[in-house]
């Protein structure tokens, strides 16, 4: 390759700043209206914008939340899309789904607490656990990724998959990335490049790193920065994002 070529390939962005995959709303874990946040990625300079609400199985907002959606996309030419953040609950990557599934571009698969047999812990509880001896960290590194590509692997076949924040419940926990095996990591990777699904780059929770932003593109696996926004003033910002 010759040394303009090199230098092209590595001024390439690795992600399209111009996009927000993940931000929130006052239906749910946000504070503002769609048309609020709709008007400040306008002001931030954005073009595509993904609502992802946070839904679960009382959430029957999810057709007014399209609607909503749909209405402000008459209104901007930012290309809007409605998606909805579905957390895993089970060691089987099951979800706590909504009762309707209609109406959704795609489906953001978050992990917020570890599935153990006696039901989702936080990462307080885990903490707990592991000073008293209870639960191994590796055993609960592999049950995070474990159920995260299974998570993953069950969104897919209802709608596009967004990891959202991946590893973040283990940052939570106190376990930082360098103490996941390289199979572990290269098992999260390939569940994301087989199923299609794009990898959020968080804003909000500063995670995947650098390093495994670099595997998941290495891959062919599509990687998107995603803000997390609560409020209108954070979409499109970007900080930890930029300097990837």
């Not at 001024?11 to 709303?25: F, I």
């Not at 029957?60 to 749909?70: E, Q």
């Not at 209609?102 to 607490?113: E, N």
């Not at 039901?119 to 995070?144: H, K, Y």
Request: hydrophobic share 45%; glycine share 6%.
């Amino acid at each position: 390759m010759s040394a303009e070529r090199t230098a092209a390939v590595e001024a390439t962005p690795m992600l399209d700043l111009c996009a927000d995959a993940h931000v929130h709303t006052g239906f749910s874990a946000g504070r503002d209206s769609v048309g609020v946040v709709v008007m400040a990625a306008d002001r931030a300079g954005l073009t595509a914008l993904t609502f992802a609400d946070q839904a679960g199985p009382d959430s029957t907002w999810l057709p007014a939340y399209g609607d909503s959606v749909r209405r402000a996309q008459q209104r901007t030419d930012i290309r809007l899309s409605v998606a909805a953040e579905i957390e895993i609950i089970r060691a089987d990557g099951w979800l706590a789904w909504p009762p309707d599934l209609g109406g959704l571009d795609a489906i953001s698969v978050s992990l917020s607490r570890l599935p153990l047999a006696t039901g989702p812990a936080t990462p307080q509880q885990i903490r707990g656990l592991l000073a008293a001896g209870s639960v191994r960290r590796a055993d609960v590194i592999e049950r995070a990724v474990e159920a995260t590509v299974r998570g993953v692997e069950r969104a897919a076949r209802y709608a596009p998959a967004r990891l959202a924040r991946p590893l973040s419940l283990l940052n939570q926990i106190g376990i930082s990335e360098d103490e996941i095996d390289a199979h572990l990591l290269t098992h999260l990777v390939e569940g994301c490049r087989v199923t299609h699904a794009t990898v959020e780059v968080s804003e909000a929770w500063r995670t995947p790193s650098a390093a495994l932003v670099r595997r998941l593109l290495d891959a062919g696996v599509t990687v998107s920065a995603a803000s997390d926004a609560r409020y209108a003033a954070q979409v499109g910002r970007w900080q930890y994002v930029a300097t990837l």
